[in-house]
């Protein structure tokens, strides 16, 4: 259709064109009272500052009516309030061109894996070969009265030396020789065909990072994040634009160590661009005993199977519920890490109750309304089955003029609308400095999604979506489905970036 995907930030960009200042005046509505009238704001004081007694022209104000082109929203009207300049979309076109087309065809998030096997093995024979040409390399010899070195042991690596050369920065100063053993050569081995998928398949549309099996606990409830992430920018098909390492504070330096064998074994401008996410400690409060990953793990499973109990009585002792209980857990304990900074320490109280289904910011929430989703499309295709309803029809059919109702233009306005840049604030990286730390904003996305299932389970409460068969109402049922398999949409991508499956009964 040549009309692109509708933008946030090209909307805004074209609203601020529109009044002739290259500077942000226009601010998004998000609170449904203020939606009910505006869209976008121009606040009075921003007004008085661009333009003469806050006078907003007759020709800028046509200017912004007018406005149209690729990814940019068309505006209805545009009128001086006594809070500033005011605007409101075309709201069916709005639904139209968002609901129109796949919504999510342009966030093709996809993860790079190792491929193991003989590639696996062939990987780790050229990295023992380069081994032997390092100058960095050195065979170990037993001092006379030291302790035996372990049994995998196949050579030294000077790395103090090499920072020293390379001129790199940031590097913990008491790394110095590091005893390379079959392990580390394999995890080596692991990244590098990582990268070599990335390479070749150019999976990833967005930047993303993939939390695989994000919580593993050491002695001291220590956050132990796996070792790799791969960021690749849009647009750039030929590499990835960086290589993260995501560590606990604790395993930092064990990092820093397979870095820099990397960068010697694996010269390349992949090596070169690695930086290092570094998260902060997990501490329980008032443990009565050591706990681990298991115990916590179970701990978390019991109150969870508790939680459920109370919400829909006896639960059959099925595999279907066993299931359902798990990732449940799995949701609330994601939620629980993530929803925090990943450079603050996170304190888990573990009698707290926002483990159950009931609280509003836990994770097992957002699982229960995406079960929700679930559940009414399949009594909708049920009942189309029966013949009690029709199929639906076409997207270029359906009358979105029909949706009318205060939480749909919430739900695609402060959603739909604004979810691929939550996607790229949540992973976009602040640009290099020197040194290899860097920082991210995950927990951007429990955030989006809690609140998201807030204003959901709000609708949801509040309409019914699958009325009476009656074809005079089949309009505004299937005009509301087509936004709520949006929503669905958003709710699968979204915890897709926390490495979540989504829940389909409950």
Same mark, same amino acid.
């Given at each position: 259709?040549?009309?692109?995907?509708?933008?946030?930030?090209?909307?805004?960009?074209?609203?601020?064109? %529109?009044?002739?200042?290259?500077?942000?005046?226009?601010?998004?509505?998000?609170?449904?009272?203020?939606?009910?009238?505006?869209?976008?704001?121009?606040?009075?004081?921003?007004?008085?500052?661009?333009?003469?007694?806050?006078?907003?022209?007759?020709?800028?104000?046509?200017?912004? =009516?007018?406005?149209?082109?690729?990814?940019?929203?068309?505006?209805?009207?545009?009128?001086?309030?006594?809070?500033?300049?005011?605007?409101?979309?075309?709201?069916?076109?709005?639904?139209?061109?968002?609901?129109?087309?796949?919504?999510?065809?342009?966030?093709?998030?996809?993860?790079?894996?190792?491929?193991?096997?003989? $590639?696996?093995?062939?990987?780790?024979?050229?990295?023992?070969?380069?081994?032997?040409? !390092?100058?960095?390399?050195?065979?170990?010899?037993? %001092?006379?009265?030291? $302790?035996?070195?372990?049994?995998?042991?196949?050579?030294?690596?000077?790395?103090?030396?090499?920072?020293?050369?390379?001129?790199?920065?940031?590097?913990?100063?008491?790394?110095?020789?590091?005893?390379?053993?079959?392990?580390?050569?394999?995890?080596?081995?692991?990244?590098?065909?990582?990268?070599?998928?990335?390479? @070749?398949?150019?999976?990833? $549309?967005?930047?993303?990072?993939?939390?695989?099996?994000?919580?593993?606990?050491?002695?001291?409830?220590?956050?132990?994040?796996?070792?790799?992430?791969?960021?690749?920018?849009?647009?750039?098909?030929?590499? +990835?634009?960086?290589?993260?390492?995501?560590?606990?504070?604790?395993?930092?330096?064990?990092?820093?160590?397979?870095?820099?064998?990397?960068?010697?074994?694996?010269?390349?401008?992949?090596?070169?661009?690695?930086?290092?996410?570094? +998260?902060?400690?997990?501490?329980?409060?008032?443990?009565?005993?050591?706990?681990?990953?298991?115990?916590?793990? /179970?701990?978390?499973?019991?109150?969870?199977?508790?939680? !459920?109990?109370?919400?829909?009585?006896?639960?059959?002792?099925?595999? %279907?519920?066993?299931?359902?209980?798990? =990732?449940?857990? @799995?949701?609330?304990?994601?939620?629980?890490?993530?929803?925090?900074?990943?450079?603050? /320490?996170?304190?888990?109280?573990?009698?707290? !109750?926002?483990?159950?289904?009931?609280?509003?910011?836990?994770?097992?929430?957002?699982?229960?309304?995406? %079960?929700?989703?679930?559940?009414?499309?399949?009594?909708?295709?049920?009942? @189309?089955?029966?013949? =009690?309803?029709?199929?639906?029809?076409?997207?270029?059919?359906?009358?979105?003029?029909?949706?009318?109702?205060?939480?749909?233009?919430?739900?695609?306005?402060?959603?739909?609308?604004?979810?691929?840049?939550?996607?790229?604030?949540?992973?976009?990286?602040?640009?290099?400095?020197?040194?290899?730390?860097?920082?991210?904003?995950?927990?951007?996305?429990?955030?989006?999604?809690?609140?998201?299932?807030?204003?959901?389970?709000?609708?949801?409460?509040? @309409?019914?979506?699958?009325?009476?068969?009656?074809?005079?109402?089949?309009?505004?049922?299937?005009?509301?489905?087509?936004?709520?398999?949006?929503?669905?949409?958003?709710?699968?991508? $979204?915890?897709?970036?926390?490495?979540?499956?989504?829940?389909?009964?409950?």
């Amino acid at each position: 259709t040549g009309e692109g995907r509708p933008g946030l930030a090209a909307t805004l960009q074209a609203l601020n064109g %529109a009044l002739g200042r290259p500077e942000g005046l226009w601010v998004k509505e998000s609170g449904a009272r203020n939606l009910r009238h505006r869209d976008f704001l121009a606040p009075r004081a921003a007004l008085s500052a661009a333009f003469p007694g806050g006078q907003v022209p007759a020709d800028v104000m046509s200017g912004v =009516t007018s406005l149209g082109g690729p990814g940019v929203l068309e505006v209805r009207g545009c009128q001086e309030t006594p809070a500033g300049l005011a605007a409101q979309l075309r709201r069916p076109e709005a639904f139209r061109r968002l609901l129109g087309w796949e919504v999510l065809r342009q966030l093709r998030i996809s993860w790079p894996s190792s491929s193991g096997g003989l $590639a696996l093995l062939d990987a780790i024979s050229a990295l023992k070969q380069a081994l032997g040409r !390092s100058p960095c390399a050195a065979a170990c010899e037993q %001092a006379p009265g030291a $302790a035996a070195l372990p049994e995998d042991v196949i050579c030294k690596v000077h790395l103090k030396s090499f920072v020293e050369e390379q001129g790199l920065v940031g590097y913990d100063p008491n790394l110095d020789v590091l005893l390379v053993t079959e392990e580390k050569l394999r995890s080596l081995a692991e990244l590098q065909q990582a990268v070599l998928q990335c390479t @070749v398949s150019n999976p990833v $549309a967005l930047p993303a990072f993939r939390f695989r099996d994000l919580i593993s606990f050491c002695q001291a409830m220590v956050c132990d994040l796996p070792c790799c992430a791969l960021l690749q920018a849009e647009g750039q098909g030929s590499c +990835c634009s960086s290589i993260v390492h995501v560590v606990s504070c604790e395993e930092e330096f064990q990092q820093q160590q397979l870095d820099l064998l990397w960068r010697i074994l694996d010269p390349g401008a992949h090596t070169a661009l690695q930086k290092h996410l570094v +998260c902060g400690p997990v501490k329980v409060t008032n443990p009565s005993s050591p706990i681990g990953a298991d115990q916590y793990f /179970q701990l978390r499973k019991q109150q969870m199977y508790e939680a !459920s109990v109370m919400k829909y009585g006896e639960l059959a002792e099925d595999e %279907a519920w066993t299931e359902v209980i798990d =990732t449940l857990t @799995v949701a609330a304990i994601r939620f629980e890490m993530l929803s925090t900074a990943h450079r603050s /320490q996170i304190t888990l109280d573990l009698e707290d !109750s926002s483990i159950s289904t009931k609280g509003t910011k836990s994770g097992a929430f957002v699982m229960y309304n995406c %079960a929700r989703l679930a559940t009414l499309f399949n009594t909708y295709q049920r009942a @189309v089955e029966r013949g =009690t309803y029709p199929p639906r029809p076409p997207a270029a059919e359906l009358n979105f003029s029909c949706l009318r109702e205060e939480g749909e233009w919430l739900l695609l306005f402060n959603y739909l609308l604004p979810f691929p840049e939550v996607l790229q604030q949540a992973a976009q990286l602040p640009p290099p400095s020197k040194g290899i730390r860097i920082t991210a904003n995950t927990e951007m996305v429990c955030k989006f999604l809690i609140q998201l299932s807030m204003d959901f389970s709000s609708y949801y409460n509040r @309409v019914h979506i699958l009325g009476e068969p009656f074809p005079h109402l089949f309009d505004q049922m299937f005009a509301r489905l087509q936004l709520l398999g949006a929503v669905r949409d958003v709710f699968h991508s $979204a915890l897709a970036t926390l490495h979540l499956p989504p829940l389909s009964q409950i």
